[in-house]
């Protein structure tokens, strides 16, 4: 995978090498901040280069399989579950707080 970059400037990426870089999020699997991070560059950059791919059509997301939405409607509910028992935690530290004064 080839880069240009100018010195001094911000840098120049060649359309090739952001084709490659989309296509390398899309075909690991891995996160676009695990990828760029790989590759050297912005999380930002790529986040933005693969958002562009997505409305220009250059690739189409498979839809989850059935296992990958079970897991996912695992995790949702786990967030959910999370963030309640944050916020119990939270006024729960309040209450301690305010009754140790």
Do not use: Q
């Not at 760029?36 to 986040?47: C, D, H, K, V, Y």
């Not at 498979?62 to 309640?84: F, I, M, N, Q, T």
């Amino acid at each position: 995978m080839r880069r240009e970059v100018e010195v001094g400037a911000r840098g120049k990426f060649t359309p090739e090498y952001k084709a490659e870089a989309v296509e390398l999020v899309i075909s690991s699997g891995r996160s676009i901040a695990h990828t760029a991070n790989g590759l050297g560059i912005g999380s930002e950059t790529l986040r933005n280069w693969v958002k562009m791919a997505k409305k220009r059509g250059e690739f189409e997301e498979k839809p989850l399989d059935v296992s990958e939405r079970a897991r996912l409607k695992e995790l949702e509910e786990e967030v959910r579950r999370l963030k309640l028992e944050r916020e119990i935690l939270k006024k729960a530290a309040a209450w301690f707080a305010k009754e140790s004064m």
